[in-house]
Nanobody, 117 residues
Framework: QVQLVESGGGLVQTGGSLRLSCAAS????????MGWYRRAPGKQRESVAS???????NYADSVKGRFTISRDNAKNTVYLQMNSVKPEDTAVYYC???????????WGQGTQVTVSS
């Protein structure tokens, strides 16, 4: 079965850094686009960043210049480097395999990120 396991969340101060990891199994990772999403309490889940199989990235305006998405196909892992974090970055962060022509998307369980003032 498809499995996505996020890790690296925790408590960090405003201006600090955190690196999230998502280890994938059950898919041919190298040909799948991947994404990071987040959901704050009382809010809708939103897209944070995505990366195609070819390494093309896209970011939400709110995180541009601060977050970096990357992937290591040898490890079947996608990362989200979070720098200069702000309180509004507080949320549960989810990893996703983006849907393709012949396959649907899959979600991880999420990892909590809390940014203190």
């Amino acid at each position: 079965q498809v499995q996505l396991v996020e890790s690296g969340g925790g408590l960090v101060q405003t201006g600090g850094s955190l690196r999230l990891s998502c280890a994938a199994s059950g898919i041919i990772f190298s040909i799948r686009a991947m994404g990071w999403y987040r959901r704050a309490p009382g809010k809708q889940r939103e897209s944070v960043a995505s990366i195609t199989s070819g390494g093309i990235t896209n970011y939400a305006d709110s995180v541009k210049g601060r977050f970096t998405i990357s992937r290591d196909n040898a490890k079947n892992t996608v990362y989200l480097q979070m720098n200069s974090v702000k309180p509004e970055d507080t949320a549960v962060y989810y990893c996703r395999t983006e849907p393709g022509i012949t396959s649907g998307g899959y979600w991880g369980q999420g990892t909590q990120v809390t940014v203190s003032s």
